[in-house]
C-alpha cells in the first residue's frame, strides 16, 4: 500500500517538471661565482632516518594527488564534476555535467551529535522555504522544534545550521535565486534507482551511508527507469557519497541513476535536499489534492 507521504512527493514531482636534488658530498666546491663551499657534513643516522620519513610522507602525499586526479578524470568521463571548494558548484548549471560532487571531511564531533539526537527524538522530517540573505535564521525555526533543547545548546548544533546555510546560499547562487525549498530529515524512501525529474536538485548526507550512485555505462538506462524492471547491478558498479558530501543533481532521462542505499533505511540517518522554491508550493498544492480525495472517501 502506498503511502500518502509518496502519493505527496510523487504528485508534486508531476506537478513541478570534480625529490629535491642533493649537493655532492665534496671537500671542497666552487659555485659559479668562484665561492668556495664548505665540506659537507656526514648526516646523523636520526637526521637520516628524519629526512626518509619525511620522503615517504612526500611520496604518500604525491600517490594520494595522483589518485584523487585519476578519480576526478574517470568521474569527467561520466559526466560527474568532483572538487573540494564548495563555490565551484554555483556554476554549475552552465556546463553539461548531471552531478556536481564536492568531497568533504566530515567535522569533529558530527557523529556524537547526531547519535545523541537519535537517542532522544526520531527527528522524522522538517521542511519550509529558506530565503539566501537570512538562511540561517530561517533554518533554525524550521528545524528548532525537531531538534531537543540540550542539543541546541550544544556548540556542534550552530556548526550544523552554519553549514546548512551556506550550501543553500550555493544553491541560491547556482539557480540564481533569492530562495529555495529545504527538507531535512530521517526518512529517506527512494529504495528504486531513478534519475530526479526536477531541474536541479541538491543532497547532503549528514550523518549515515549516503546516496548510492550508478555511473553511466554499467547499467541499462532505459531498464532502471522502468518501473516495472527488477533492479539488479553490479555491486562492484555500485559508488557512494560520503557524509558531508554535497551533490548537486541535473535532472531529466540524462541525469545520474542514483538511490537511497539499503544500509540508510533502517539504520540513523539525516539527509538534507534542496529544491526549487516552488517545489514547496507544488507539495503544498498536492496534500490539498490527496486531502480531498480522503474526505470524499
Known amino acids: 500500500m502506498v503511502s500518502s507521504r509518496s ?35 656526514p648526516k646523523k643516522r636520526s637526521e637520516a632516518k628524519n629526512n626518509s620519513s619525511s620522503s615517504g610522507r612526500k611520496r604518500s602525499k604525491v600517490e594520494h594527488y595522483k589518485k584523487k586526479q585519476k578519480k576526478q578524470i574517470e568521474a569527467k568521463h561520466n559526466g560527474i564534476f568532483v572538487s573540494e571548494k564548495l563555490n565551484e558548484l554555483k556554476d554549475f548549471p552552465d556546463g553539461k555535467d548531471h552531478l556536481g560532487i ?18 532522544r527524538t526520531t527527528f522524522d522530517e522538517a521542511q519550509g522555504k529558506v530565503c539566501k540573505i537570512h538562511a540561517k535564521s530561517d533554518i533554525r525555526r524550521i528545524v528548532e ?31 540564481k535565486s533569492e530562495a529555495i525549498t529545504f527538507w531535512v530529515g530521517s526518512d529517506r524512501g527512494c529504495v528504486r534507482y531513478h534519475v530526479d525529474w526536477v531541474p536541479y536538485r541538491m543532497l547532503v548526507t549528514y550523518h549515515g551511508r549516503g546516496t548510492e550512485l550508478l555511473p553511466d555505462g554499467v547499467t541499462d538506462r532505459k531498464a532502471f527507469l522502468s518501473l516495472e524492471s527488477d533492479q539488479i547491478v553490479d555491486p562492484k558498479a555500485r559508488k557512494f557519497l560520503q557524509p558531508w558530501d554535497v551533490a548537486l543533481f541535473r535532472g531529466g532521462p540524462d541525469g545520474v541513476v542514483h538511490r537511497t542505499p539499503d544500509a540508510a533505511l533502517d539504520a540513523p540517518t539525516v539527509l538534507m535536499r534542496l529544491d526549487r522554491k516552488e517545489f514547496l508550493d507544488a507539495i503544498r498544492e498536492s496534500e490539498k489534492v490527496i486531502e480531498g480525495e480522503q474526505l470524499k472517501e
Not at 508531476?14 to 657534513?41: C, E, H, Q, S, W
Not at 564536492?102 to 537517542?119: D, H, Q
Not at 531538534?147 to 546555510?165: G, N, T
Request: overall charge positive.
Open 7 to 41: 502519493l505527496i512527493f510523487t504528485s508534486a514531482i508531476y506537478l513541478y517538471v570534480f625529490i629535491t636534488p642533493t649537493m655532492p658530498v665534496r671537500a671542497l666546491r666552487r659555485d659559479l661565482n668562484g665561492v668556495k663551499r664548505k665540506a659537507a657534513v
Open 102 to 119: 564536492i568531497n568533504r571531511e566530515t567535522p569533529v564531533g558530527s557523529r556524537a551529535f547526531f547519535r545523541k539526537l537519535f537517542k
Open 145 to 175: 522544534k525537531n531538534i531537543p533543547k540540550v542539543l541546541r545548546k550544544q556548540p556542534f548544533y550552530e556548526i550544523w545550521l552554519s553549514d546548512m546555510a551556506d550550501v543553500c546560499k550555493t544553491f541560491c547562487d547556482a539557480l
